[in-house]
């Protein structure tokens, strides 16, 4: 199983990015899927998930900045920030829990940098 991350990068203040997560060699259910960041001397946090279904969930520091959805055809997770800020400098995981009998396990991707420049 690989999920592979991309869309990071350098951007301004107030700019935008996308980041996208594949999910390959399975062809498993995906139950929750999510966003985490972790910045230099700081625990890992979570961004933001989004169920099978669509229901959505946010850290309160990204509320009505950032948008989680995903395309479960393309087995793909997406985040698009929008408004960023230099605190959400940081690598950005993304995750997914993937059924394996007889239950769900957790799979992380291998983080890809963001970078906000004030």
């Known amino acids: 199983v690989q999920l592979q991350a991309s869309g990071g990068g350098l951007v301004q203040a107030g700019g935008s990015l996308r980041l996208s997560c594949a999910v390959s060699?399975?062809?498993?259910?995906?139950?929750?899927m999510g966003w985490y960041r972790q910045a230099p001397g700081k625990q890992r946090e979570l961004v933001a998930t989004?169920?099978?279904?669509?229901?959505?969930a946010y850290a309160d520091s990204v509320k009505g900045r950032f948008t989680i959805s995903r395309d479960n055809a393309k087995r793909t997770v997406y985040l698009q920030m929008t408004s960023l800020k230099p605190g959400d400098t940081a690598v950005y995981y993304c995750n997914a829990y993937i059924f394996f009998y007889p239950s769900y396990r957790s799979h992380w991707g291998q983080g890809t940098q963001v970078t906000v420049s004030s």
């Open positions: 989004v169920t099978e279904s669509g229901n959505t």
């Open positions: 060699g399975t062809t498993s259910v995906i139950n929750i």
